[in-house]
């Protein structure tokens, strides 16, 4: 049974004597269906346990409150010494599909602040990256601006540029430490070898791609790198 989109995409951020595990995880469609099927809801929770700070695409349902149950469950489930935070941003989307991004973060290991939706200059995204600051609450691991995205597959390498631009406008605003997550469909026919090539965030050295092109970030027939990590 095909019951997510993708396991998504994990970020090991390895300081001496502190390690984070940071994810991406597109829920395909997560709403009130899934939420009522036992077997999707066990899994979710067994893999969103693995994580410290989970980065959340396709939040679809009106309301927000399958995210809601969802994060409850997860704190119920499992030990409490590691209570989980969540943050559900913004409906977007240009037609009547909307969806939300969503943070899960463990609490005592992490503050998160500024959530936002970046402002959607000229409509270049159909839906814009939110935007957050994190804390790490370890001594001496550096705080980092955070991107969540979910890019239109029709129109990747456009919103990539535009996604570009906002990274630099952090930047030039004095933050530094920029990390961006999230389902970019930055792959096969949705992405070429070519047009990567291309990408001011492949010909500006300044940024590393963690996921290669050769990765599968999917759990379907297809074996793709949809879903991508970028860090300045």
């Known amino acids: 049974m095909r019951l997510i989109?993708?396991?998504?995409?994990?970020?090991?951020?390895?300081?001496?004597?502190?390690?984070?595990?940071?994810?991406?995880?597109?829920?395909?469609?997560?709403?009130?269906?899934?939420?009522t099927n036992q077997e999707v809801v066990n899994i979710l929770l067994?893999?969103?346990?693995?994580?410290?700070?989970?980065?959340?695409?396709?939040?679809?349902?009106?309301?927000?409150?399958?995210?809601?149950?969802?994060?409850?469950?997860?704190?119920?489930?499992?030990?409490?010494?590691?209570?989980?935070?969540?943050?559900?941003?913004d409906r977007l989307g240009r037609t009547n599909s909307k969806e939300q991004y969503g943070l899960i973060y463990k609490s005592k290991m992490f503050e998160v602040t500024d959530q936002r939706t970046y402002p959607n200059h000229q409509s270049r995204f159909e839906r814009p990256p939110m935007q957050a600051h994190v804390t790490p609450k370890s001594a001496g691991i550096p705080n980092f601006e955070l991107l969540v995205v979910h890019l239109d597959p029709q129109k990747v390498a456009e919103e990539m540029e535009a996604l570009y631009d906002v990274a630099e406008e952090i930047k030039a605003k004095g933050k530094q430490n920029i990390?961006?997550?999230?389902?970019?469909?930055a792959g096969c026919s949705y992405l070429s070898k070519k047009a990567k090539r291309n990408l001011r965030f492949v010909t500006d050295s300044s940024y590393t791609w963690l996921v290669g092109d050769d990765m599968d970030t999917t759990v379907g027939k297809s074996s793709c790198a949809y879903d991508r990590s970028v860090i300045d």
């Not at 990390?179 to 469909?185: A, E, H, S, T, Y």
């Open 179 to 185: 990390m961006i997550l999230g389902d970019m469909n």
């Open 46 to 89: 067994e893999i969103l346990k693995r994580y410290d700070l989970v980065c959340i695409q396709e939040i679809r349902d009106s309301d927000g409150d399958s995210f809601q149950k969802l994060v409850a469950l997860l704190n119920e489930k499992f030990d409490r010494k590691n209570m989980y935070s969540s943050y559900a941003g």
């Open 5 to 35: 989109l993708f396991v998504g995409v994990l970020v090991v951020l390895v300081w001496p004597y502190q390690a984070y595990l940071i994810s991406s995880f597109n829920i395909q469609v997560f709403g009130d269906k899934k939420m």
